[in-house]
């Protein structure tokens, strides 16, 4: 079954700490790949994606994810955590002829100043 | 940059009761969606529809759920009969050309069902 694993319900940094957010999909064909972050009483927005090409993505807010074929995984990181990026993560994944978003459990992300 | 709105932003309604919770997606996105998310778990697919038909529907969308685009720029989830269970936030989506661009959220619509 299609299916987003994220390693982690709570992560908690500290300011200026790397943020690693962990996830992984299960299938042998690499699908399309999303992270998107919600704040509190809000919808989600996206923060950046993987579709082909270049498996190091940047995007908004300074993260960046690196898409690993061999690992199926699909990992959010930033280098220095800011209290603003306290949030909730989700990884999503959307396979090639489907037309849905998979999301992931989510990553709550404390950030301690 | 463009919305996807939703209203009502809360809604309470009585066990048994018909609820339509409404969406207007960005203009000309050709794709949409509804989600919903139940307290403290994860984001759920419920419908994707598409050229003015369901293009993919997730076991959670039952007979009790309906969609519709009755006028080119709104989009309407009913629920027939709610149950407690149906107690969750509705999010509305939009995509553009494809279904593999990024979804455009709106800001939800938070239904209790008593």
């Known amino acids: 079954a299609q299916s987003v694993t994220q390693l982690g319900s709570h992560v908690s940094v500290s300011e200026g700490a790397l943020v690693l957010l962990r996830c992984n999909y299960s299938s042998s064909v690499p699908p399309y790949l999303f992270w998107y972050v919600q704040y509190p009483n809000q919808g989600l927005q996206l923060l950046l994606k993987?579709?082909?090409?270049?498996?190091l993505v940047k995007g908004i807010n300074g993260f960046e994810a690196e898409f690993k074929k061999s690992e199926t995984s699909f990992h959010l990181t930033k280098p220095s955590a800011h209290m603003s990026d306290a949030a909730e993560y989700f990884c999503?994944?959307?396979?090639?002829?489907?037309?849905?978003?998979?999301f992931g459990a989510g990553t709550r992300l404390f950030v301690k100043a | 940059e463009p919305e996807v709105t939703q209203t009502p932003s809360h809604q309470v309604t009585q066990m048994g009761q018909e609820v339509i919770l409404r969406c207007v997606p960005i203009?000309?996105?050709?794709?949409f969606y509804w989600y919903r998310q139940i307290l403290g778990q994860k984001v759920e697919f419920l419908v994707s529809?598409?050229?003015?038909?369901?293009?993919?529907k997730s076991e959670i969308f039952d007979d009790q759920f309906s969609v519709e685009r009755p006028d080119g720029s709104n989009f309407t989830l009913k629920i027939r009969s709610t149950k407690l269970e149906d107690s969750a936030m509705y999010f509305c989506?939009?995509?553009?050309?494809?279904?593999?661009?990024?979804?455009?959220f709106g800001s939800g619509t938070q239904l209790s069902v008593l």
């Open positions: 993987y579709t082909t090409g270049a498996t």
């Open positions: 203009s000309n996105h050709l794709y």
């Open positions: 999503a994944v959307t396979y090639t002829g489907g037309f849905k978003t998979i």
């Open positions: 529809f598409y050229n003015n038909e369901i293009s993919e």
């Open positions: 989506a939009s995509s553009g050309q494809t279904q593999y661009e990024k979804l455009f």
